[in-house]
């Protein structure tokens, strides 16, 4: 995964870009939009990723805090994921 995390963000984007589409139907947005939306929330999630998660996680060797910070890092990219898209309605 951390190899080809390009590759698959490449992939997912317009697959998650097609979910919120389907779940937010009735906003009168069309895909493009969804797709340039998930575009800068996916770059913006990955600049918080390697300026603040990767240092802690090449810092610690503890397989606990790895899971914690990257439980941690899932939590922040939903709550950014949903205040965004609550702005973004």
Do not use: C, D, W
Not at 26 to 44: I, Q
Not at 55 to 65: A, E
Request: hydrophobic letters at 55%.
């Amino acid at each position: 995964m951390a190899k080809h995390s390009n590759t698959i963000n490449f992939i997912l984007t317009p697959i998650v870009a097609l979910f919120f589409f389907a779940f937010y139907y009735r906003a009168h947005l069309n895909y493009t939009e969804h797709v340039v939306t998930n575009l800068y929330m996916s770059g913006f999630t990955a600049l918080v990723f390697v300026v603040f998660i990767a240092p802690f996680l090449l810092l610690t060797n503890s397989t606990s805090m790895y899971y914690a910070e990257v439980t941690a890092f899932l939590l922040f990219q939903v709550f950014y994921r949903t205040v965004t898209y609550y702005g973004l309605m």
